[in-house]
């Protein structure tokens, strides 16, 4: 050390000899540089052995310093000679030198620090605080009891050893967890309140810990703090608010999980699992598990209940979870929150009121289904699937598959409820899903609801009570089917397909009507008592420009059922007012159980000619519902004529007499014996109401055997 300052001085003496040079020309400095050699051979001499040894003349050191003196009185008088100061310009830069010499030694003095040393914990310790710039490192043997703080810009690392108690990150500091176990805290096991404070659990376990406030397990308090998950499991944990394991609380903060596992932890509140409460904080789910969790509120595995919060579910799965209110897998609750279903599986949660996979209760809230899977959940009232009840809450689904889920009330599939809600399918499939009343696969109920079904498959569902496929109830709802299709579902009531019944509000003295709209799709083979395809109530109006209902089976209106008409004596344009039937719609193949003869009497007469057109036959209950004279029995029998009969409920959904062709190859008997002539209808072409279709009517119906006898 004592040779660095040496040199050191040395340099200072070259500097110094440098700026003499250029200030006092070439004579002044040669001087000055050999008394500068003498000085540094005395100082070199002085610092070795020869002072101890005699050597050093010290005389001869006093000659050199009276010299010195010397040439520094010639230097001062050259000076004033020529008007300079030159000890102001040398003073200044001397104190330049001396600046950027103690720069060099501040330099030096770092390169001199080591890297902090790694602390290795291998044994038992009562509390731990890491302090900024530490290291620590918590081995296997190791044990901390009681509270652990890391401090901001301390790093904290668990290697297999166990921590008995809370570990606090703070400010900026960094906690990484790789194996181990943190359990038996009764302030939760880890508590991220500082702002940036980040912690990343790459395996271990995090099990048995309490709180009486949010997070059971892990709190994500601080402003953009953040929690990393790729492995391990946090399990058996619980907390007196939300977040049975985790609670996201801070404002921006981020939950990111790519593996791992979290299970078996209950909230008191909401989000058995996950809490998502701090202001536009994040969820993001690439993978792992949420599995058994419970909330006594809303959210068994995660509730998203912040103001612009979001979970964003690319991968991984939430099943077998409970809640005791809404949203069995997960509640979308805050104001404005957000889910995203990627390529997610929810699947075999349970709701003990509505929302078995997923509810959608806040105002404003969304979830867009862009993939994925909604499986096997199930609600003890509505939306088996999921509920959306928010205030002008919306679901959109671009893809994926909602299938085996059930509702003992309304809505096996999804259910709509609340006012001013939207639902758009634009593709994906709802199939196979029960209601035990209405709306086997969609349920709608809300007021004010718009819905587009513009593409995608609805089918398979089922129904105790009207709308296998879909059941629309809601006041002054809107319905368009734009591409869709909605095939084989069934209801034990009204409706195979689609049921349509608005009400009435008892505060309106105003009439109020809904709107269906069929501008392309679908309606094929489906089966119920009333309306195989369709089924519309009188304050419901219906417009057909194009699309199929086909295939369909009812006891009456094989393809629609409409309240709007009268039985046998019909009003000229009373009946089916609210339909329009353009020339684009086509009806094929449907099938009702009671068929009729047409309409004979002048009554009848317009409305047979105005509904028959679209048809490769008059109106006759098969398409569109009509009650008139039965058809004639078969010719062997001798029963008379019946006599018009009221309205008689089947026995069985689908159960319907054989419908025979007349056989061409059997001769003109058996033609006449099969086929009756229309009586009091003569050929007209005439226009439907509303519509500006031509209609031309039939000369001969097909005619049902009637096997009662």
């Not at 810990?209 to 402003?223: E, P």
């Amino acid at each position: 050390m004592e040779f660095k300052k040496q040199l050191k001085w040395v340099q200072k003496c070259l500097l110094l000899l440098l700026v003499a040079l250029l200030l006092f020309g070439r004579t002044t400095t040669e001087a000055i540089i050999a008394l500068a050699s003498d000085q540094i051979n005395v100082e070199v001499d002085m610092t070795s052995e020869n002072v101890a040894e005699g050597i050093v003349d010290l005389d001869e050191i006093d000659d050199i310093e009276s010299n010195t003196n010397e040439e520094e009185q010639e230097i001062a008088t050259e000076n004033e000679k020529d008007d300079v100061n030159p000890e102001t310009e040398e003073s200044e830069e001397e104190d330049d030198l001396d600046s950027e010499l103690e720069d060099d030694e501040d330099e030096e003095d770092e390169d001199e620090e080591e890297t902090p040393e790694e602390i290795i914990i291998s044994e038992e310790k009562e509390g731990l605080i890491v302090e900024e710039g530490q290291i620590v490192r918590i081995v296997e043997s190791g044990h901390v009891f009681g509270m652990v703080a890391v401090d901001a810009g301390g790093t904290l690392y668990l290697d297999g050893g166990t921590i008995s108690g809370v570990v606090n990150v703070n400010g900026d500091g960094a906690f990484t967890m790789n194996s181990g176990r943190i359990a038996g805290s009764e302030n939760r096991a880890v508590n991220i309140v500082g702002a940036n404070a980040h912690f990343t659990m790459n395996g271990g376990v995090v099990e048995n810990n309490h709180s009486n406030l949010g997070g059971g397990a892990i709190s994500i308090a601080g402003v953009n703090a953040h929690f990393m998950m790729t492995g391990g499991t946090i399990s058996n944990n619980r907390s007196g608010l939300n977040g049975g394991a985790i609670s996201i609380a801070g404002v921006n903060a981020a939950f990111i999980m790519s593996g791992g596992v979290i299970e078996h932890n209950v909230a008191s509140a909401a989000g058995g699992g996950v809490s998502i409460s701090g202001i536009n904080a994040a969820f993001i789910m690439e993978g792992g598990t949420i599995a058994n969790n419970t909330a006594i509120q809303n959210g068994g595995g995660v509730d998203i209940l912040g103001t612009n919060a979001a979970l964003i579910m690319n991968r991984g799965t939430i099943g077998g979870n409970t809640s005791n209110r809404i949203g069995g897998g997960v509640s979308v609750t805050g104001r404005n929150a957000t889910l995203v279903l990627g390529h997610g599986t929810i699947s075999n949660n349970f709701a003990r009121q509505s929302g078995g996979g997923v509810a959608v209760p806040g105002i404003n809230a969304s979830f867009v289904m862009e993939s994925g899977l909604i499986q096997n959940n199930t609600a003890h009232l509505t939306g088996g699937g999921i509920v959306v009840s928010g205030f002008q809450a919306a679901f959109v689904m671009e893809a994926g598959v909602i299938e085996g889920n059930g509702a003992a009330h309304n809505g096996g599939g999804i259910d709509i409820l609340g006012a001013n809600a939207g639902f758009s399918m634009n593709g994906g499939r709802i199939a196979g899903n029960g209601a035990a009343r209405n709306g086997g696969g969609l349920n709608i109920s809300g007021a004010n609801v718009g819905v587009v079904l513009g593409n995608g498959i609805i089918e398979g569902n089922n129904a105790g009570a009207n709308g296998g496929g879909v059941s629309v109830s809601g006041i002054t709802t809107g319905v368009v089917l734009e591409g869709s299709t909605i095939r084989n579902n069934v209801a034990i009531g009204n409706g195979g397909g689609l049921y349509f019944f608005n009400t009435q509000p008892s505060w309106s003295s105003t009439p109020v009507s809904s709107q269906l709209a069929m501008t392309n799709g679908i309606i094929d083979g489906n089966m119920a008592n009333l309306g195989g395809g369709i089924y519309l109530n009188e304050a419901t109006q219906f417009t057909m420009t194009a699309g199929q209902i086909i295939n369909n089976t009812a006891h009456n209106g094989g393809g629609i059922f409409t309240e709007s008409y009268e039985y046998v004596s019909v009003l000229n344009g009373g009946a089916y007012a609210n339909l329009v039937i353009g020339p684009d719609g086509v009806f094929s193949g449907n099938v009702a159980s009671e068929a009729f003869l047409p309409p004979v009497n002048p009554e009848v007469t317009t409305i047979a000619t105005r509904s028959a057109s679209i048809f490769d036959h008059p109106l006759n209950n098969f398409d569109i519902n009509f009650r008139g004279e039965r058809s004639m029995p078969d010719v062997e029998e001798t029963t008379p004529e019946t006599e018009p009969t009221t309205n008689t409920q089947p026995e069985e959904v689908g159960t319907m007499p054989e419908v025979e062709k007349p056989e061409e190859d059997e001769g003109e008997d058996a033609r006449e014996a099969d086929t009756l002539p229309i009586t009091g209808l003569n050929p007209t072409s005439m226009v439907l109401a509303g519509s500006g279709v031509s209609l031309i009517s039939a000369g001969s119906i097909l005619v049902v055997k009637d096997k009662k006898k």
